[in-house]
């Protein structure tokens, strides 16, 4: 049996459709979040998932990346961004509180780096919540990932900025948030291996290949617009790219440096 797990937000539905449906005798797909996908992978109870950039490189001992898949973007994400409190100044100053859901690592990373780039100061406060009210209710701004951020949150928040758009401003890289990744151990069995990251290759292709039906199946469970889903497929990419690699290494390398220079 595959053990084969994919991130429980709407971004990772194009590449995971058809081995949803598919229903391979021999594959079993766990969704969860990716902090969930990383304890499992570690706990040998996966053999692949993608997982955040960060956590891939803290566990670089026992997880190797595979080029399957990469969740990244040239520019908006859309689903990783900064928000404000409708009372709060639209931009961020020095000093101010910032509530981050625990279930981001790569999303936090980034902010911190990018918030040291341009001289501000902020405390991050971590909370159990992931909404954008409740978030809001912990702190004047806050930072809102994955389906959360796709809600319409007009009434009571406001949008600093998006963090791909940010970090790519900056740095003029991709944002790499998640890489596909295996145990270590898995290494010794590379037939697997390759049937793995061929079957999620294939699986992404048909996503992209057949958008159209991705999209009228995500709208319908989420209830969200079409219109969006359609352009949030398109600037969130899932395709494991030499450039997305790149994008990663440059990620890490930076984050281990203790200057945090771009």
Not at 158 to 176: C, H, R, Y
Not at 184 to 200: A, K, N, P, Q, W
């Amino acid at each position: 049996m595959l053990r084969i797990g994919r991130i429980s937000f709407i971004h990772n539905d194009p590449a995971f459709y058809y081995l949803e449906k598919g229903r391979l005798n021999d594959v079993l797909i766990k969704s969860a979040t990716p902090r969930e996908l990383l304890e499992l992978l570690l706990r040998e109870e996966l053999d692949f998932a993608p997982i955040s950039s960060i956590a891939l490189h803290e566990h670089r001992d026992k997880l190797t990346p595979v080029p399957a898949l990469a969740v990244h973007s040239e520019g908006p994400a859309r689903s990783a961004l900064l928000i404000a409190r409708k009372d709060q100044p639209e931009v961020l100053g020095d000093g101010e509180k910032i509530a981050i859901t625990n279930y981001t690592e790569t999303s936090a990373g980034m902010l911190r780096v990018l918030l040291r780039k341009k001289n501000i100061n902020a405390d991050f406060i971590q909370s159990k919540f992931t909404s954008a009210k409740q978030l809001l209710q912990e702190a004047p701004y806050a930072l809102v990932i994955g389906n959360e951020a796709l809600a319409t949150f007009d009434d009571y928040g406001q949008k600093i900025f998006d963090l791909g758009e940010e970090w790519g401003s900056i740095t003029q890289q991709p944002a790499v948030f998640a890489l596909s990744a295996i145990r270590f151990g898995l290494l010794e069995h590379s037939e697997t291996v390759d049937r793995i990251v061929r079957l999620v290759r294939e699986s992404l292709e048909f996503g992209y290949a057949n958008l159209g039906q991705i999209i009228k199946n995500t709208a319908e469970w989420s209830r969200m617009s079409p219109d969006l889903l359609a352009e949030y497929f398109v600037s969130l990419r899932l395709d494991y790219t030499e450039r997305a690699a790149k994008g990663y290494e440059y990620l890490v390398n930076m984050l281990d440096s203790n200057s945090h220079n771009l």
